[in-house]
């Protein structure tokens, strides 16, 4: 009796580890995260990424390089000036 419940556990424990490793083997490998001050200096990577996370925001929307991507995207347009006077619009406020 104790050596087949020996038997039942060890099997079990065999193909419960087995069942692990080959669940690691197939695991996607994910893509390096970029900083956002990587995504600042590589405008077209950028660009590629944010079209991506725009694409299909259930799988991209939150992942570190779609939000990289989207900060740096949001600094870049922080940093413009607002018009040239020419447009009529967006101007810089006159400050009394």
Not at 25 to 43: C, F, G, L, P
Request: with cysteine.
């Amino acid at each position: 009796m104790m050596k087949r419940h020996v038997a039942m556990v060890s099997v079990a424990a065999s193909t419960f580890l087995g069942l692990m490793l080959a669940g690691c083997e197939t695991r996607k490998m994910e893509e390096e995260v970029r900083s956002v001050d990587w995504y600042q200096a590589n405008n077209a990577e950028r660009a590629a990424k944010l079209t991506q996370c725009i694409s299909d925001p259930d799988k991209y929307d939150a992942t570190p390089n779609c939000i990289n991507a989207s900060r740096a995207e949001n600094n870049a347009k922080a940093g413009t000036k607002w018009g040239d006077g020419k447009e009529n619009i967006r101007t810089e406020p006159k400050v009394p």
